[in-house]
């Protein structure tokens, strides 16, 4: 293609956060639908990137490059491969779903809308970055957005969690960018790629293993790896809805992109020797993430501790091929097999989770309560949440046929070959969140006798179903037959675990 | 031998005559005809340092000397001017409205603004320490009458005697430092000085390590460092604010400019020792005036503490030497638009006849003043070093310049520090946006020179950041040419 | 010059410190020690002093103070210049013209602003 559509598409969203901001607040009908179209540009051309991405080829593609400060040799260099594709896609989807959703918003919808457009630039613009100095502007850049979504449109304690959310993760990113700075000294270049090609400290194993760990920091604040997830039940719990969805639909896949995309390529040694350390941080985070979930009556934020046990088979799908780093042929199919899963992971958590935040919302913004002991029998009063609902959970806990079992049986088809004691602890999160998502969603909200509070309950709008349709389709569809994504995100996996 | 027209090159000496005669001018048309409005003392003083700013800006990249030796025409001082200036018509324009609201529109002020910036680039320029110590001191006296300015309120009268006393000390200490140098090399001119150190290697000569620790801690003083920062948070607070935004960057710039002359023109043999000493005060600066900066509740008190953690990075920088020159430039030009345009917000919104802005006072800003609550949104995420401002490009080279110079530990601490930073940065922008007001401020109108400034200063924090390349080249090409 | 050539200075600053030192220590082992209120007021002539010590004067003093200094200051730099008149030329001509007209602008500013008037 020989136009620059992913710098359209990164700068449209920024564009109209501008737009949106210059309409009368008067208007808050006009500007919400403006909002919602101005989405949907990003959505078109992510879903022609995907359809025209050349997977014969493979590599990265539709790569834009030009010198931005040569004082310090940054570039504005943009480009995607199987692995960012996917991402894109689904930043823009979740974006357009958030927006439609978040209709329902009264207070201060224009700055509403404005941040959340601003947002979708930030996070795009992680995912198709190729230039390190470029991928730090746009990976702070998603924080303010956020911070200020949560803070003011969040909870009651929003202030707080906003709060949180930003120093927790400035803390990870000071300490990636000390560790980039030094890679840049020692390498002359902020091109990822090329850092990743050059090794750098390969000589200095000290210096190598702190900017590994720095790095490291950086992006397990983000994902978030047990024990640096504190930040996250508390932002996910105060955020307004569609901030969750894109917090745990979007904003942790970005640490976890990072970690394939940066950490494993350019440390790919340190990430070998340090593999057993990752790897009990991942097992931690799957079975003590779904064993928090267990004990919440919250439901929001039983769902934002899944998400600590859901993104834990990301990393152990990275540890899976790191661990292997570096021992040849032998193990490259269960090392990308462990990365394949990884990256279908991050996709298929992002439709479920932010589907399962989605229903949070719906039932919160009729019952006004979380509280799981407080629902009950609501299966039959709102059939259709109950069905959506019911699907989604059973994604979720990876019931074959959905698009949870696929990644999971992925990763662990990779974990168990290369890193078995991991990969036995780590299975046992699938029992512990089977349990907590069918005694605790399903049974405590949709079965049981109908709670008399709830008997005027309505169910779910046309509003809600359209923003929930899609993800049900994925989850189904990639469920069924996850050949087209995996063709995609093999080919660039491939590639990664061949440079190993 | 009889001195002559061409050893002055008064040519060169063009900025700080411009800047000082038309304070001069000032002071003598409001002698005449003093009665109505001072606006014309305002369009005056930047009309003077417009005429600074063509000559510096107009001179190339050689090195001379003026005035017989004492001032040096080179890259760096020019550059450092160029700061000075910018800073200083800035501040003028913050001031215009904010005296007038105040009842104190007096074209004296503009005067000692100006005189002060002529001390300034004297101290920015100087190749004689005997010329540092005369800016010094005239940047000083001036920044003590301009701190007093607010003559009916006892907090400006305490801060300035504060600033003082405590000011008095430092140029003590200041003075003496420059004695036992001269003791130990024989000379008071920079570059000559800067032989005489590097002939007699750096062996341990007691006179030398006297004199620099004076200096250093004359100079801390003037930067407000830790140990030497305890005048700061008074003197900030009761200072009327217009004069607090001056001082907190032209005081900053010149003497910076002095610390990395001294540094590149005179200490470098001496590299190893100078640059513990500043590591451990930098330590100590920014980690002290980032913990006490958390627990303030008013807004300029707050910012003095910040500015006491800022002066710390930039020293950070410092302590990379010769390496570190480029990246102090850079960051205290993006810091002049930064700091100022915060102070000029501050000031915008304190209430008349008060110089405190309690948080309180900020809440529900936000939404009620959307452009400067932006603005000053936009100034705290700078200071903090966010991507897209000038305040993460800025940091991104001064800690670079640390990693480059092997003081890694220094930058760590240093990022560390950045981190607590935000949280009290971030505090503000928490008030403004998500609290609610629960006695509405009554806010005046902003004028046009108050807008004016602050679209300036967010242009710059932007542009700067946004596309810094050019800044950078320039800050760099600049430190490369010094008189040496 | 080097540190060694400070010496006598030294030395002198220790001489002097001692004798004053010794001084003060001598008279206070030696001397007799007792006090009574007569002597331990301000003035050992037996004046008994008449109201406060603090007063407020009047800060044209100061203002009056302060301009005699600055112009006492001009004056020094006259004789030096004067003396050697002849042998500097035209230039410290120039020079003094410029110095002594900078100190007539504060003057004259002073002058206008009223520092100069008593009442």
Redesign the interface.
Known sequence: MDWPVLSIMLFTPLVGSVIVLALPKEKPALLKWVALAISFIPLILAALVWFSYDRGTGGMQFVERAAWISAINVHYYLGVDGISVPMVCLTALLTTLSLFYSFIIDQRPKEYFAFFLLLETAMLGVFMSLDFFLFYVFWELSLVPMYFLIGIWGGPRREYAAIKFFLYTLVGSVAMLLAVIAMYLETGSWDILEMARLQPFSTNLTLAAVAFWAVFLGFAIKVPVFPFHTWLPDAHVEAPTAGSVILAGILLKLGAYGMIRILLPIFPAMFRQFAPVVGILAAISIVYGALVAMSQWDLKKLIAYSSVNHMGYVMLGVTAAAAAAGSGPAAADSQAIALNGAVLQMWNHGIITGALFFLVGVIYERAHTRDLKAFGGLGAKVPTFAGILTVTTFASLGLPGLAGFVSEFLVFRGAFALIRPFAIVSSLGIVISAAYLLWKVIQHVLLGPLNERWARLTDMNRREVITLAPLIFFMVIFGLYPAPILDLINQAVVTIVGSL | M????SVLNLNGAVPQIAVAGAG?LI??I???F?RGSRRWAAYLALLGLAVALARVVESGASAETILDGALARDGLGMAFALVLIVAAALSVLVAMDYLRREEHERAEYYALILFATAGGLAMAMANDLVAVFIGLETLSISLYVLSAFFTGDAASREAALKYLLLGAFASAFFLYGIALLY?AS?TTRLVEMGTAIRLAGTQADP?LWGGVALIIVGVGFKLALVPFHSWAPDVYQGAPTSVTAFMSVASKVAAFAALVRLLVVVLAPAAPLTSALLALLAVLTMTVGNILALAQDEVKRLLAYSSIAQAGYILVAAVAGEVGAAAVLFYLLGYAFTNLGAFAVVLAWSRRGEGRLPFSDLAGLGFRRPWTAAALSLFLLSLTGMPLTVGFVGKLYLFGAAVQAGWTWLAIVAVLNSVVSAFYYLRLVVIMYMREAEMPLALQRAGLALGVALAVCAAGVILLGLVPGVALDWARQAVAVVLS | ?V?ADFLPILVLIIVAVGMSAIAIALSALLGPHKSTPTKLMPYESGMVPVGDARLRFSIRFFVVAILFILFDVEAIFFYPWAVYFR???L?ALIQIVVFVG?LF??Y??A???GALEWE
């Not at chain 2, 009889?2 to 027209?5: F, M, N, V």
């Open positions: 009889l001195p002559t027209l001069m002071m003598l409001d002698a005449l003093h003791g024989g006179l | 010059m540190p042998r500097l030329g230039f900078i602008v504060g004259f500013y002058w206008r602003k």
